[in-house]
């Protein structure tokens, strides 16, 4: 076996060792890990996307933000490229939600092309699921807001990859939300 594959493999164990405990929103209490793993596989399969870092830290995206795993752990394990990534797409959950929202907005523009691609791929997935497994408790106003949100943190990505880009577009125009 190659030894992009293995350390695939031992990314995708770590992030899953790390988000066990955790659930999906939907009403079926989906496991955490699809979420990492799908965001992965739309930057291979929908992205076209080789560079193994990138696909390491979408893998690992959310182990910052929402587990206990520290910015050191990932650099320790992974090496400094893949813990940068993770730690330029990890909001600071200890500032208020709105307040978190608007700095998405902020920094976007101003992200490494690396972690553009993972949280183009990160709001791709989000908004999917949003269409097919909403949250609970999720009103239709809830959902309409969240594709307005994403809309202007997607402006701030343009110009990374363009196949994603245009599955975006397709998204929100189907919201009737202008990019
Ligand atoms: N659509 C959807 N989202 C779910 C579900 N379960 C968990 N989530 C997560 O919820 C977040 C969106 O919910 P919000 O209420 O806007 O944000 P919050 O969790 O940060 O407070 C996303 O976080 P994120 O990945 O960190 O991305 P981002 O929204 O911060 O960009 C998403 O991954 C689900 O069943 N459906
Ligand atoms: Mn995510």
């Keep these: 076996m ?20 955790q659930r999906r929103k939907d009403p079926e209490e989906t496991p955490y890990i ?8 739309i930057l291979s399969y ?23 795993t ?28 709105q307040e978190r929202k608007r700095l ?3 920094h976007a523009p101003h992200c490494s092309q690396q972690a553009k691609l993972v949280k183009l791929a990160d709001k791709l997935y989000n908004l999917r699921d949003l269409n097919t497994c909403t949250p609970v408790g999720w009103s ?14 997607v402006k701030g990505l343009k110009g990374t990859n363009s196949a994603l880009e245009e599955k975006l577009e397709d998204q929100f125009k189907q919201r009737g939300v202008q990019l």
């Design 140 to 153: 239709a106003e809830r959902v309409q807001e969240y594709f307005v949100w994403a809309a202007e943190v």
């Design 104 to 106: 998405q907005v902020e």
């Design 46 to 68: 929908e992205g076209g996307v080789t560079d193994i870092e990138v696909l390491q830290a979408a893998l690992l995206h959310d182990t910052v933000e929402d587990t206990d």
């Design 2 to 21: 190659d030894s992009e594959a293995a350390l695939l493999l031992e990314t995708v164990n770590f992030a899953a060792e790390k988000h066990r405990k």
């Design 34 to 41: 699809n979420h990492p793993i799908g965001v992965a596989r």
């Design 70 to 97: 520290t910015p050191e752990e990932l650099e320790d394990k992974f090496g400094p490229i893949v813990a940068r990534i993770v730690q330029e797409v990890t909001d600071d959950k200890s500032l208020p939600k």
